[in-house]
């Protein structure tokens, strides 16, 4: 009796500040298989983190890896922006012995997969039907704020655009919005998207309206700023989640006009579809299309709250599949 080879199997993983996703694809299928969470501060660092994984799961043979990450990726040196890891690509190649180890940005993975989103996964706030094979706009607050976008290349295929559009300098589009971030500025000097549209950007947001209010409240986490905002228990985190969801607007109009978004706007990471109903009844929408006269270019584009598990997995397997072009 003859004992079949294991077959070999692909890796992709999405790691982001606060947790690192996994999942495991098999030769010809996009959708992964065995997907787990892990708490990406568990782990000293990344070829850990992949080593108890494939542990979890039996330990399988693993020859491709694609890994979506939330920081920027220029080389082999790779080193979190919102989490202690600093590792070479090439070395932790070598270390899970892989044939081959793509690294690419965490936001430019859940672009390519928005084309494979079925509708049941995206909830709609305004605007009216998308267009097909024009430029998507992509915007996600979580731990950071994930900022990516997906352009039509011809006969169906798309590129997605990595960049760090989540360090863009916070705009205020009101009086007490520009108070707001006076107040962080005296505290950061800098004062990115990212301060105000992340998970650390509540609890920015909470303490600069407290401050302004000549209040000192208690230091929040960002799921206690949320929690107290949506229930209405606390005027100061209710303010802090309106301003939120305005920056949010702000922004993501400014990103739909930079690429002619008329593909629609999409709004992922890990906050905004915890926030259901109160999202769709903020002031997101007003905000976004607040451009003026450009206004009416941007009323017809919808905008999307992305629910789907796991996007980023789905586009790290596509590119895995999307093999390079043989150098001249």
């Known amino acids: ?61 693993v020859t491709e890896a694609a890994v979506a990450i939330a920081n920027p990726v220029t080389g082999d ?39 494979q989103l079925p509708m049941q996964d995206l909830r709609q706030l305004g605007g009216r039907e998308r267009l097909q094979q024009a430029p998507c706009a992509l915007l996600g607050p979580g731990t950071g704020l994930g900022v990516s976008a997906l352009l039509p290349a011809g006969d169906g295929r798309w590129v997605p655009l990595a960049g760090e559009g989540g360090h863009i300098t916070a705009a205020a589009a009101d009086d007490y919005e520009a108070e707001i971030i006076a107040c962080l ?17 509540l609890c920015n947001l909470y303490r600069a309206v407290t401050q302004l209010a000549g209040r000192s409240g208690p230091a929040l986490t960002p799921a206690e700023v949320t929690q107290r905002g949506l229930a209405g228990e606390d005027a100061d985190c209710a303010a802090a989640l309106a301003l939120f969801c305005s920056f949010l607007g702000t922004a993501a109009g400014s990103l739909a006009l930079t690429i002619g978004a008329l593909g629609g706007v999409y709004i992922g990471g890990g906050i905004v579809p915890r926030l259901g109903d109160y999202f769709h009844q903020s002031e997101f929408r007003s905000r976004f299309e607040a ?38």
């Open 77 to 115: 040196a790779i080193k979190m922006t919102n989490q202690h890891w600093s590792f070479s690509t090439e070395q932790a190649r070598k270390h899970l012995r892989l044939d081959r180890l793509l690294m690419l940005n965490d936001f430019a993975a859940l672009a390519m997969s928005l084309p």
């Open 1 to 61: 009796m003859s004992i079949g080879v294991p077959e070999p199997l692909r890796l992709v993983a999405d790691i982001g500040g606060s947790n690192a996703r996994f999942g495991l694809l098999r030769d010809g299928v996009s959708k992964p298989f065995e997907c787990r969470t892990l708490p990406t501060g568990d782990f000293p660092n990344f070829v850990d983190a992949v080593e108890h994984y494939m542990a979890l799961c039996g330990s399988p043979t």
């Open 291 to 328: 451009k003026g006269r450009l206004s009416g270019y941007l009323s017809p584009i919808p905008a999307y709250v992305i629910h789907a598990e796991n996007p980023a997995l789905i586009g790290a397997a596509l590119a895995l599949s999307a093999r390079p072009a043989a150098s001249c």
């Open 185 to 201: 500025r005296r505290e950061f000097g800098h004062v990115s998207a990212e301060r105000v549209l992340s998970g650390m950007g």
